[in-house]
Nanobody, 120 residues
Framework: VQLQASGGGLVQPGGSLRLSCAASGDIFTIYAMGWYRQAPGKQRELVASITSGGTTNYVGSVKGRFTISRDNGKNTVFLQMNSLQPEDTAVYYC???????????????WGQGTLVTVSS
């Protein structure tokens, strides 16, 4: 199973970016997908998550600015980030909680991380 993330980059304060992450491989089913971020000197934190049923969860600092969505048919999750601020600067990691083929239980898989830099 692999998660391939894309869409990071440099943006000015107030700008927007859209992150994408596609899961591929021997996947039986995915329960939830999400995005975490880790800023320099800080712990990794959950930014947003979405279940297969569409239930979403956001960290308070991004509510109203970020929107997570998912294409279940393509095992892909998106994060639309608007009104970006310098404090959003971090490496963003996608995550999937899924059951792989020939696996007995649920496991967490991670993408490689994509850097988002918000600076003027």
């Amino acid at each position: 199973v692999q998660l391939q993330a894309s869409g990071g980059g440099l943006v000015q304060p107030g700008g927007s970016l859209r992150l994408s992450c596609a899961a591929s491989g021997d996947i039986f089913t995915i329960y939830a997908m999400g995005w975490y971020r880790q800023a320099p000197g800080k712990q990794r934190e959950l930014v947003a998550s979405i279940t297969s049923g569409g239930t979403t969860n956001y960290v308070g600092s991004v509510k109203g600015r970020f929107t997570i969505s998912r294409d279940n048919g393509k095992n892909t999750v998106f994060l639309q980030m608007n009104s970006l601020q310098p404090e959003d600067t971090a490496v963003y990691y996608c995550n999937a909680r899924l059951k792989a083929l020939r696996s007995a239980g649920w496991d967490d898989y991670w993408g490689q991380g994509t850097l988002v830099t918000v600076s003027s």
